[in-house]
C-alpha cells in the first residue's frame, strides 16, 4: 500500500510499506547528468506503488530540501543521501583524478547533519576535479549514516572488476568496521558486462563476509524513452554531440524509475537484496528537515543572529537610545507626527524581535561610512522606516515622501524585514570581509545560484547536439521572445496570469518540419534544468550558529557558498542579507574627490539639498547620459518632455518609465502641464494622488485607497497590494467585497467599515478598485523608487556643475568596458568636451581633468601592464619630467617594460611633447631600448666587481633620428584606435559628421542595455528585427564560401561612434561586391539582428558616400616598396614575408620574381629595422622605394 500523508512513518517499526524502495537516485540536481525533475518524481512513485525513495545527487546536496519539501506534499517518505566522490587522501591535489564513488543515506538528524559536514570538507577543502573526502573522514563522520558501496565507480566494485577479490574485501570489511549494521554491498544490473561479470563475486563477497547485499538501480531519468534526454543532456555538458562515437555515455537505457514489479523480477535470483531496500527505509527513523504537514520549512528563529551591544544594553535598550539620539540629529524640531511614527514602528519592530536585526544591519552600514566606503540612500521597502532613517541605514525622509513603514514590517504579514543594501563596487568585498570578522567566519558565507537551460538556450544546446544548422535553430529561437517557455511560445500552455502568447510562425515550424519539431520537443524536455552553480551577485547569509551545522557548503572559485539558494536559507531560519554592490555610489565619490582637488570644495548633499532647479533642468534638457537611471533615450526623451522641477517628479520618472506603467506617461505629463484638468473619482482619492498628478503609479498609493477608502489598517491594506501584485485572484475578490462593504480582517479579527459606509457611492468604490487591479501588478514601490531617485538627483547635480569631474569619474570606474569607454568619450567630443591625447609627462595612470577637459590615463593603452605605469608615473614625480624620448628609456628601460609597451606609447602619441615624428621614433626605438639595457646591465656590474670600472653615459651612441616622413592622419589614427581603443587626435569620419547627422541610428544606441546577473543583455534603445539607415568606414571585409557553395559577405562598418557587423547575404553580396571593399565610405540599409549579446545588421543596400572635398582632392603621391627576388633567393621567400609582417605601416609592398609582379598583400613603414632585416637576404639595389599617383 502507499501511505497517506498522516500516517507516514519516520520510525524504527516496520509498517506495511511497498516491498521496494529506490536508494539510488540522481535528480536534475546531479548537473547536466541526472534528469529527473524533482517536480515529477512524487507522482511517479505513487503511480508506481513506492511510498519511499532516496535521492543520492553526485557529489552535491543541492536539490535535497527541495526533494524533502515536494516528498512531504505528496505523502512520500523522503530519504535524503548523496553519491559522494572518495579517495586516500583529500588532501592530495596532484596528478590523475583518482576517486570512487560512495552512497551515504542519512538515518536521522545526526546522520544529516554528519553528511552536510563531509559534503561540505569535500567542497570546501577536498575539492580535486571533483568534491572528494577520505576514508578517514569517513569514519570520523559516519554516526547516523548508512552506507553503500555503489555502482560500478565504487572501490569495491572498480577492485572486482580489476578481479582483485581480496582488495574489494579489504575494502568491504573496512566500511563494515565503520558502518557496522548500516553497511551494504551494492548490486546493480543494467545489462553491462562488468555487472554480469562481478555481481556473482558481490554475492559471494556478502556471504563470506556476512554483509547484506542491497539492490538498487542507478537512476537518472524517469521513464525508459528519457534514455535519450538523457545522453543529450550529457552531451551538452560535454560540449559534444549526439553522433560523437569517442564520448562518455550510458551503454544501457536501464537506468530509469523502475517499478518494484520490475526490480524483484531483474534480482528474482536473490530475493534478500530486494528485501534489505525496505529494510533500510526502516531504519530511516527522523525526517532531517523541520517541515510543516504541508511541506513547508519551520524557520528556526534560534539561527538568527544575535548583536551584543558592548555597553551590556539589551539591543532592545541599545537601539531605543541610538534611534533616539539619530532622530535628534535628523530633525531639528521633533513634531507629534514625528514622534508618534517613531513610537509606533519602535513598538512593531521590538514587539516582532527585529530589534538584533536592525542594529545588525546599521552596524555594518556604520562600519562602512567610517571607513569612507560608499552606501546607498536606501533599497526597497525599507527607506519606508523612519527608524532606520534615523540610525543611518537609510537617508531619505520617510514623512517627506508618504512612505508607509508597513510596506516594509507590519504585525498583520510575519515575515523577516528585508533591508537591501546598496554599496560601492568596488569596495564591497571590504564589508562582506567585515561581516565575516564580526560574526565569524564558520558563520558567514555567499549564496549559490543555479543557471538553468532557458528556453532559447535549450533550442541552440539541443540543436548542436544533433548538428543542425545554426541557422535553422536561429530562425527558431528569434520567434521567441526569451521569457515565456517553449510551450507558451507554441501556444500549447498560456502564461500563468492565463494570457496567450503562441507565435504562430513558430507553431508553423512545429507542426511542418518533422526534423525541428523533434528538435523543439526535446528542448522542451530539457528546458529548465539546471546546468552550472555561481555565486550570488548579493546574497550573503549570517548565522548564529556555524552554518556548516544545518547547510552544506561548496567553494565557488575563491569564496564559500551555500549550496541552497537564498530561499532556502530563509527558509531555514538563516539571515540573508543583499550587499549590492553598485558603480553608481564610485561614481559619485569619485567626482566629489576630484571636485576637492581641483576647487578644494567638500560637497555634501545634505546641505545642498535635493531642489537644485539647476540639476531639474539640466534633467529636462535630455542631456543625461552618465546620469543614473535616466540615460536611456527613452527615459531622456520622456525627461524632456516631463522638464521635472521637483524631487517628486524623479521618483515618478523611475517608477513610470518600466512595461506596464509606461502607457500612463503621457497622462502623467499632460496633468503636470495642466493640474486644472485633473478629474479625480472621488475627493478622498484627491491627497492620494495629488503629487503624481491624479496618476496611481506606487504600491504605496494602492495601500493609502484602501486605508483611507475601505477603512483597512494599513497591514490589511498590504496583504491586498500583494495580492493584487501576484494576481491572487480569490484573495481580490474576497477583499474586494470587504473594501466596498466592509467585513472582518480575518487577521486581527476587527471589523471593517468599507468604502460604501465611509461615504463612497458603491459604483465608484467598485471602479476604484477594479482600477487598481491591474495597475497593481506593475505598481512601483515607492520606497525604493526615492532611494535610487537620490541617485539620479546627485549624478545630475554633478554633471550641471562639474562636468568634467564628473565624467573623469564615470570613465575611469569604466576602464574594463570598452563600449562605455566608446560612448561617453564621443558624447564628450559632441558636447565639445577637449579629450586630451596620452601624454607621457602630463598623463597619469588614470584619466584626470585637465582645465576644462580630460586626461586620457596610461591605463587606458593595450599591453602596459599598471606596475610599469606606476613606475612610470612615479619616476616623473620623484624626478622630473621626462626631457626627451632618450632621457625616457634611459631612466624608464629597467621597469620591466618590453619594446611593445615602448611601440604603443609612440602610437598612441605620449611623446609627442618631444617634437619628435612618431615614425621616427619607431624606426629607432628598438636599437636604442636594447643599446640602454645593455648599458645598464653593464652599470650593475661595475658596480658589482671590485675591479669594476665607472661605465659613463658619454659611452652611449648619441641617438640620431632619421629624416623620413611623419606618418599620414589615416595611419596616425588607425593605429591610436589600435592601442588607445579609440580616436583621439582625430576621427576618420570628421568629415563625414554632417552627412551622418541625418540618420537615426547610430552604434551609440547599441551601448543601452539591461544585463542580468547571467550576462545577458536586454537592449532597450533597439530590438530584433529594426530597420535602420546608418553611415560608416568599412574597415574590414570578408568573403565566405557557403556550405551550399554561394557566396556571402561579412564586414565590419564603423561609424563616428563604434563598430558594427554587416552581413551580405548570396543577394546583395552579388548585388554589392564591388563597393563593399575596405576603406570606403558608405550608406547601409538593413535589419538588425540580435544574438548572442551582440547586435548585427543583415544588410539590405548600400551605397558609396562622398564629401564635397574628397571629390575636389587632388591626386597624392603613394610611396610603395618594390622587392626584386631573384632565383637564388627564392627558398627564403617565406624568411622575407615573416620581416614584412614584423613591420606592418602603411607603404604597399609589391614583390618581383621570375619576370612577373605580384601584391604582397600588406604594407610597411619605412625604418632601419626593416632595411636591416631584408638586407640579410636581399641586395641593396632589390630593396627598391618608389612613389606614383594614388
Given at each position: 500500500m502507499i501511505f497517506r500523508r498522516e500516517t507516514l512513518p519516520y520510525s524504527s517499526k516496520e509498517e506495511k510499506m511497498s516491498d521496494f524502495v529506490h536508494l539510488h537516485l540522481h535528480t536534475e540536481y546531479s548537473l547536466l547528468d541526472g534528469a529527473v525533475r524533482i517536480k515529477k518524481i512524487?507522482?511517479?512513485?505513487?503511480?508506481?506503488?513506492?511510498?519511499?525513495?532516496?535521492?543520492?545527487?553526485?557529489?552535491?546536496?543541492?536539490?535535497?530540501?527541495?526533494?524533502?519539501?515536494?516528498?512531504?506534499q505528496a505523502g512520500i517518505k523522503a530519504i535524503?543521501?548523496?553519491?559522494?566522490?572518495?579517495c586516500d587522501d583529500y588532501k592530495d591535489k596532484t596528478g590523475k583524478q583518482n576517486y570512487d564513488h560512495i552512497i551515504l543515506l542519512c538515518k536521522n538528524k545526526t546522520g544529516y547533519k554528519n553528511l552536510i559536514k563531509l559534503d561540505s570538507i569535500a567542497y570546501v577543502d577536498g575539492f580535486y576535479y571533483k568534491p572528494r573526502i577520505d576514508y578517514k573522514t569517513l569514519a570520523e563522520?559516519?554516526?547516523?549514516?548508512?552506507?553503500?558501496?555503489?555502482?560500478?565507480?565504487?572501490?569495491?566494485?572498480?577492485?572486482?572488476?580489476?578481479?582483485?577479490?581480496?582488495?574489494?574485501?579489504?575494502?568491504?570489511?573496512?566500511?563494515?568496521?565503520?558502518?557496522?549494521?548500516?553497511?551494504?554491498?551494492?548490486?546493480?544490473?543494467?545489462?553491462?558486462?562488468?555487472?554480469?561479470?562481478?555481481?556473482?563475486?558481490?554475492?559471494?563477497?556478502?556471504?563470506?563476509?556476512?554483509i547484506p547485499i542491497v539492490a538498487t538501480n542507478d537512476v537518472h531519468y524517469l521513464n525508459k524513452e528519457d534514455a535519450e534526454m538523457q545522453d543529450v543532456i550529457m552531451c551538452i555538458s560535454m560540449k559534444t554531440t549526439i553522433d560523437d562515437p569517442n564520448r562518455l555515455k550510458m551503454e544501457a537505457s536501464e537506468s530509469y524509475l523502475k517499478t518494484p514489479e520490475e526490480m524483484k523480477e531483474l534480482f528474482?535470483?536473490?530475493?534478500?537484496?530486494?528485501?534489505?531496500?525496505?529494510?533500510?527505509?526502516?531504519?530511516?527513523?527522523?525526517?532531517?528537515?523541520?517541515?510543516?504537514?504541508?511541506?513547508?520549512?519551520?524557520?528556526?528563529?534560534?539561527?538568527?543572529?544575535?548583536?551584543?551591544?558592548?555597553?551590556?544594553?539589551?539591543?532592545?535598550?541599545?537601539?531605543?537610545?541610538?534611534?533616539?539620539?539619530?532622530?535628534?540629529?535628523?530633525?531639528?524640531?521633533?513634531?507629534?507626527?514625528?514622534?508618534d511614527r517613531f513610537d509606533y514602528e519602535f513598538d512593531v519592530i521590538s514587539s516582532m524581535g527585529f530589534c538584533d536585526y536592525y542594529l545588525i544591519v546599521w552596524d555594518f552600514i556604520n562600519y562602512a561610512k567610517s571607513v569612507g566606503i560608499p552606501v546607498g540612500a536606501g533599497r526597497g521597502s525599507g527607506v519606508s522606516s523612519i527608524i532606520a532613517y534615523s540610525i543611518g541605514i537609510t537617508d531619505v525622509e520617510p514623512l517627506r515622501y508618504q512612505l508607509i513603514f508597513e510596506r516594509f514590517l507590519n504585525r498583520e504579514r510575519v515575515s523577516m524585514p528585508d533591508f537591501d543594501v546598496d554599496i560601492s563596487d568596488a569596495r564591497r568585498g571590504e564589508v562582506v570581509e567585515y561581516v565575516r570578522h564580526k560574526y565569524g567566519f564558520d558563520k558567514v558565507a555567499q549564496i549559490v545560484t543555479f543557471g538553468t537551460l532557458a528556453s532559447k538556450q535549450a533550442i541552440k544546446d539541443v540543436a548542436r547536439v544533433y548538428r543542425i544548422p545554426y541557422a535553422d535553430s536561429d530562425k527558431i529561437t528569434k520567434l521567441m521572445d526569451g521569457k515565456s517557455t517553449i510551450k507558451q511560445s507554441l501556444g500549447m500552455e498560456n502564461l500563468p496570469d492565463g494570457t496567450y502568447v503562441g507565435v504562430q510562425d513558430l507553431i508553423d515550424i512545429y507542426n511542418s518540419d518533422p526534423q525541428l519539431k523533434k528538435i523543439i520537443d526535446m528542448a522542451i524536455k530539457v528546458e529548465g534544468l539546471p546546468r552550472n552553480t555561481s555565486m550570488h551577485a548579493a546574497g550573503v547569509v549570517i548565522c548564529e550558529k556555524p552554518i556548516m551545522n544545518n547547510v552544506p557548503l561548496q567553494r565557488n572559485g575563491d569564496d564559500v557558498t551555500t549550496q541552497f539558494d537564498m530561499i532556502e536559507v530563509e527558509s531555514l531560519g538563516m539571515l540573508k542579507m543583499d550587499f549590492l554592490g553598485l558603480r553608481t555610489l564610485t561614481d559619485v565619490q569619485d567626482a566629489c574627490k576630484y571636485v576637492k582637488e581641483d576647487f578644494g570644495k567638500d560637497l555634501d548633499f545634505h546641505e545642498i539639498g535635493y531642489e537644485d532647479q539647476g540639476a531639474y533642468e539640466l534633467i529636462g534638457s535630455g542631456l543625461t547620459?552618465?546620469?543614473?537611471?535616466?540615460?536611456?533615450?527613452?527615459?531622456?526623451?520622456?525627461?524632456?518632455?516631463?522638464k521635472p522641477t521637483t524631487f517628486e517628479d524623479i521618483i515618478a520618472g523611475i517608477s513610470l518609465y518600466r512595461p506596464g506603467p509606461m502607457d500612463s506617461i503621457p497622462q502623467y505629463i499632460r496633468n503636470k502641464h495642466h493640474p486644472e484638468d485633473i478629474v479625480y473619482d472621488h475627493p478622498m482619492m484627491e491627497p492620494?494622488?495629488?503629487?503624481?498628478?491624479?496618476?496611481?503609479?506606487?504600491?504605496?498609493?494602492?495601500?493609502?485607497?484602501?486605508?483611507?477608502?475601505?477603512?483597512?489598517?494599513?497591514?490589511?491594506?498590504?496583504?491586498?497590494?500583494?495580492?493584487?501584485?501576484?494576481?491572487?485572484?480569490k484573495i481580490m475578490d474576497e477583499q474586494e467585497e470587504i473594501f466596498i462593504h466592509g467585513g472582518i480582517n480575518e487577521h486581527t479579527g476587527l471589523p471593517v467599515e468599507g468604502a460604501v459606509k465611509r461615504g463612497v457611492p458603491e459604483d465608484i468604490a467598485f471602479k476604484i478598485y477594479e482600477g487598481?487591479?491591474?495597475?497593481?501588478?506593475?505598481?512601483?514601490?515607492?520606497?525604493?523608487?526615492?532611494?535610487?531617485?537620490?541617485?539620479?538627483?546627485?549624478?545630475?547635480?554633478?554633471?550641471?556643475?562639474?562636468?568634467?569631474?564628473?565624467?573623469?569619474?564615470?570613465?575611469?570606474?569604466?576602464?574594463?568596458?570598452?563600449d562605455e569607454i566608446s560612448k561617453y568619450l564621443a558624447y564628450l567630443k559632441s558636447i565639445g568636451t577637449k579629450v586630451y591625447q596620452p601624454d607621457i609627462n602630463l598623463s597619469k595612470a588614470y584619466y584626470h581633468t585637465e582645465g576644462n577637459g580630460i586626461r586620457i590615463g596610461l591605463v587606458s593603452l593595450k599591453n602596459i601592464g599598471m606596475n610599469v605605469i606606476n613606475d612610470i608615473v612615479n619616476e616623473r614625480d620623484a624626478n622630473g619630467k621626462y626631457t626627451s624620448f632618450e632621457d625616457f628609456i634611459s631612466r624608464c628601460a629597467d621597469f620591466g617594460m618590453n619594446k611593445r609597451m615602448i611601440e604603443n606609447l609612440i602610437y598612441a602619441g605620449a611623446f609627442d611633447c618631444f617634437g619628435v615624428k612618431r615614425s621616427q621614433l619607431i624606426a629607432v626605438y628598438s636599437g636604442f631600448t636594447d643599446k640602454i639595457i645593455e648599458r645598464n646591465k653593464k652599470k650593475a656590474s661595475a658596480q658589482m666587481s671590485i675591479f669594476g670600472t665607472l661605465i659613463k653615459d658619454d659611452d652611449l651612441y648619441k641617438l640620431e633620428y632619421p629624416d623620413i616622413p611623419e606618418y599620414d592622419s589615416k595611419y596616425k589614427l588607425q593605429k591610436e584606435k589600435e592601442v588607445i581603443g579609440e580616436y583621439i587626435t582625430g576621427h576618420p569620419l570628421a568629415d563625414f559628421s554632417e552627412q551622418f547627422s541625418k540618420y537615426k541610428f547610430d552604434t551609440r544606441q547599441l551601448t543601452y542595455y539591461d544585463e542580468d546577473e547571467n550576462g545577458d543583455r536586454t537592449y532597450t534603445a533597439v530590438k530584433e528585427g529594426d530597420r535602420v539607415r546608418f553611415g560608416g568606414i568599412i574597415t574590414k571585409f570578408e568573403k565566405i564560401v557557403t556550405k551550399k557553395n554561394t557566396n556571402m559577405g561579412v564586414m565590419t562598418v564603423e561609424d563616428l561612434y563604434g563598430p558594427i557587423e554587416c552581413t551580405l547575404f548570396s543577394r546583395t553580396y552579388e548585388q554589392y561586391k564591388n563597393i563593399a571593399k575596405e576603406d570606403e565610405v558608405v550608406e547601409i540599409g538593413g535589419r538588425l539582428h540580435i544574438k548572442d549579446n551582440r547586435v548585427s545588421v543583415n544588410l539590405d543596400d548600400l551605397k558609396l558616400i562622398k564629401t564635397e572635398a574628397a571629390e575636389k582632392k587632388e591626386p597624392v603621391d603613394q610611396e610603395y616598396l618594390g622587392l626584386i627576388i631573384p632565383d637564388k633567393t627564392l627558398r627564403y621567400l617565406d624568411n622575407i614575408l615573416d620581416?614584412?609582417?614584423?613591420?606592418?605601416?602603411?607603404?604597399?609592398?609589391?614583390?618581383?620574381?621570375?619576370?612577373?609582379?605580384?601584391?604582397a598583400k600588406c604594407s610597411v613603414r619605412k625604418c632601419d629595422g626593416l632595411l636591416s632585416e631584408l638586407s640579410i637576404y636581399l641586395d641593396e639595389s632589390d630593396i627598391v622605394f618608389f612613389k606614383k599617383k594614388k
Open positions: 512524487f507522482g511517479e512513485c505513487k503511480k508506481r506503488g513506492m511510498d519511499t525513495v532516496a535521492i543520492t545527487d553526485h557529489g552535491n546536496m543541492f536539490g535535497t530540501l527541495k526533494f524533502a519539501e515536494a516528498a512531504k535524503i543521501g548523496c553519491e559522494m566522490y572518495i563522520h559516519s554516526e547516523g549514516l548508512i552506507c553503500l558501496s555503489a555502482c560500478l565507480a565504487g572501490r569495491v566494485q572498480k577492485r572486482l572488476v580489476q578481479n582483485d577479490y581480496e582488495g574489494a574485501k579489504e575494502t568491504a570489511l573496512f566500511l563494515k568496521s565503520v558502518f557496522k549494521d548500516d553497511f551494504y554491498l551494492e548490486i546493480q544490473d543494467h545489462g553491462l558486462a562488468d555487472q554480469k561479470r562481478i555481481n556473482p563475486s558481490l554475492i559471494r563477497l556478502s556471504k563470506e563476509t556476512g528474482s535470483y536473490l530475493p534478500e537484496a530486494i528485501e534489505n531496500t525496505v529494510k533500510i527505509a526502516n531504519k530511516v527513523t527522523e525526517e532531517v528537515f523541520p517541515l510543516d504537514d504541508k511541506g513547508v520549512p519551520i524557520k528556526d528563529w534560534s539561527l538568527i543572529p544575535k548583536y551584543y551591544p558592548e555597553n551590556g544594553q539589551t539591543p532592545k535598550e541599545y537601539l531605543f537610545d541610538l534611534a533616539t539620539k539619530g532622530l535628534h540629529k535628523r530633525y531639528k524640531e521633533i513634531t507629534k507626527e514625528i514622534q547620459d552618465a546620469v543614473f537611471q535616466l540615460e536611456s533615450p527613452g527615459m531622456k526623451k520622456f525627461m524632456k518632455e516631463l492620494i494622488l495629488k503629487n503624481s498628478y491624479g496618476v496611481l503609479i506606487y504600491q504605496e498609493q494602492v495601500m493609502q485607497v484602501c486605508q483611507q477608502l475601505g477603512g483597512f489598517t494599513l497591514g490589511h491594506a498590504d496583504i491586498v497590494r500583494k495580492a493584487m501584485g501576484k494576481k491572487k485572484i487598481m487591479k491591474p495597475f497593481a501588478r506593475y505598481a512601483f514601490n515607492k520606497s525604493h523608487a526615492a532611494a535610487y531617485a537620490v541617485l539620479a538627483y546627485e549624478t545630475a547635480y554633478l554633471k550641471k556643475y562639474y562636468p568634467t569631474q564628473f565624467m573623469t569619474s564615470i570613465l575611469n570606474n569604466r576602464i574594463d568596458k570598452s620581416v614584412l609582417t614584423c613591420y606592418e605601416g602603411d607603404i604597399p609592398v609589391f614583390i618581383s620574381k621570375e619576370g612577373k609582379k605580384f601584391d
